[in-house]
């Protein structure tokens, strides 16, 4: 499986962004798009996730009532829709990609397939 995040860029405090997730490549029966993200200095963390068959979906504490985490099947993209953005909110974001789908919070490491990354910078 291949992942590309892009949409990442540089908005003010309030604004919105939406990044993007094209995969290609070997499919699975069952799956999970994951995004997460990295400041410097802290650990990745995870965003929000949906599985890519029914289309439900888990998101971050942090994140809930202001990030959107979205499928197109028949595009086999992802997408991550950022409004009421915060200067907290900076980071690098990652799209990831696992078989299955799991119940409780995703870590990182259960994730087997990776985009490049794309930097998201919140002005104040």
């Known amino acids: 499986v291949q992942l590309q995040a892009y949409g990442g860029g540089l908005v003010q405090a309030g604004g919105f962004l939406r990044l993007s997730c094209a995969a290609s490549?070997?499919?699975?029966?069952?799956?999970?798009m994951g995004w997460f993200r990295q400041a410097p200095g802290k650990e990745r963390e995870f965003v929000g996730a949906?599985?890519?068959?029914?289309?439900?979906?888990r998101h971050a504490e942090s994140v809930k009532g202001r990030f959107t985490v979205s499928r197109d099947r028949a595009k086999k993209t992802g997408y991550l829709q950022m409004d009421s953005l915060k200067p907290e909110d900076t980071a690098v974001y990652y799209c990831a990609a696992r078989t299955g789908w799991k119940v409780g919070t995703p870590y990182a490491d259960e994730f087997a397939y990776w985009g490049q990354g794309t930097q998201v910078t919140v002005s104040s």
């Open positions: 490549g070997r499919t699975f029966s069952d799956s999970t």
């Open positions: 949906i599985r890519w068959n029914d289309g439900r979906t």
